[in-house]
């Protein structure tokens, strides 16, 4: 018989999105101004020269569709770490108006819309994100569990930190997280 477990949180941290949490990005290869950008979008460079650099190669007509997704993308990952959430999301769904099954921009619009305080629309892109197979599923659990928390379900919210932390084992953020709950047996 499974015992139900009663969840306490002792802070709640959900109206600061962890940056890390927001690090996925569509890698576009070569050179140029979409190369800049996604290199920015991994944490390689200033935020506001890899910004520029994506508003530059999206300007540029000769993108291909998959490239000009892929810069939306990491523009989005950028403005995401800038905070500026609207601007995220404005760009994860251009993203997603070319390729409507890209992960990395359902999972990264999820991040965004829980850093907005818009808990269930972004627990919807993060489980259709993860579905889809985004690159590192450990940060679509982890802000899961930021919108569940942000939703009054602790119990769902623990469930996914600690689906982070067993993805990912070596990364903190999903352990701090953890460590705010008590775990006792329902009375």
Known sequence: MKQALRLAAAVFAASIVCPASAEAA??????????????AALGDGAASNGVRACDAALRDDSLTARDRAATFVNRGVLELRSRDFDRAVRDFDAALRINP???EALVNRGAARVG?????DGLRDLERGTELGAAEPEKAWFNRGLAHEGLGDLQAAYRAYRRAAELRPDWDAPQRELARF????AQ
């Not at 569509?26 to 290199?39: E, F, H, I, K, T």
């Not at 907005?116 to 269930?120: D, E, K, P, S, T």
């Not at 008590?182 to 047996?185: D, H, L, S, Y």
């Open 116 to 120: 907005q305080h818009r808990y269930a």
């Open 101 to 103: 099954r890209l992960g």
């Open 182 to 185: 008590t775990v006792r047996p």
């Open 26 to 39: 569509v890698l576009v290869l070569g050179s140029g101004d979409a190369a800049l950008c996604s290199r």
